[in-house]
């Protein structure tokens, strides 16, 4: 959905009708102060903001939503028939616009970048989505590995305090681990290479000699 905010209702209804003949869902604030509640309550993936507003004007807006983490990265397209000076072309990018735009418009130039700007953004979206989704994948994979690690240390510990000799193998019958009982009685010079991070794991027991 894209927000139009402008002071003027000719403006809004004039932009508004275009952006809907090309099958955009439009929402309107006739204020800054009514634009800042609503991109609290709902998402937009564009924000096309008039410069020269009472009270909070454009810049002001579009400074407001950068510092949201919800907002920050909401493209705004500044609109201004007024302010065509290259200061105020300049303020609005350095307030958080990704583009200014001075009137009179071409409607066609508009929807390129309307289209173009709003793309971005969804695609950003799916972007910042699917890293989340990885994020969350390493973090599970992380804990169940220390898991299992502790798992398999509770298991040596175990083993290392008993009586009789004990070793552990994998599914492949290579020993990985002894207790020291079996040093006892073993030449250490024919013990196989301690590892721990196997995971299949067999456990044998032995009586002591």
Do not use: C
Not at 47 to 71: R, W
Not at 96 to 125: A, C, H, N, W
């Amino acid at each position: 959905m894209i927000l139009i905010v402008d002071d003027q209702e000719a403006n809004i209804y004039s932009l508004k009708k275009l952006l809907e003949s090309q099958n955009f869902m439009v929402d309107t604030a006739l204020s800054g102060e009514e634009a800042l509640k609503k991109v609290l309550k709902n998402d937009y993936a564009l924000i096309i903001l008039d410069v020269q507003m009472p009270g909070i004007d454009g810049f002001e807006v579009a400074e407001t939503l950068s510092g949201f983490n919800k907002t920050k990265d909401v493209p705004i397209i500044f609109l201004s028939a007024v302010n065509k000076d290259k200061k105020f072309i300049t303020k609005g990018y350095a307030s958080g616009g990704i583009d200014y735009v001075t009137k009179p418009i071409d409607p066609d130039i508009l929807m390129l970048k309307v289209k173009t700007f709003s793309r971005l953004y969804e695609q950003t979206l799916a972007l910042n989505e699917i890293q989340q989704v990885l994020r969350s994948e390493i973090e599970e994979r992380k804990k169940v590995q220390q898991e299992l690690k502790e798992q398999v240390d509770n298991l040596y510990s175990t083993l290392e305090s008993l009586p009789q000799l004990a070793f552990t193998a994998n599914g492949s019958g290579d020993i990985e681990f002894v207790n020291s009982k079996w040093l006892s009685y073993a030449d250490a010079n024919m013990l196989p290479a301690t590892h721990t991070d196997d995971l299949d794991i067999r456990t044998v027991w032995a009586d002591a000699i």
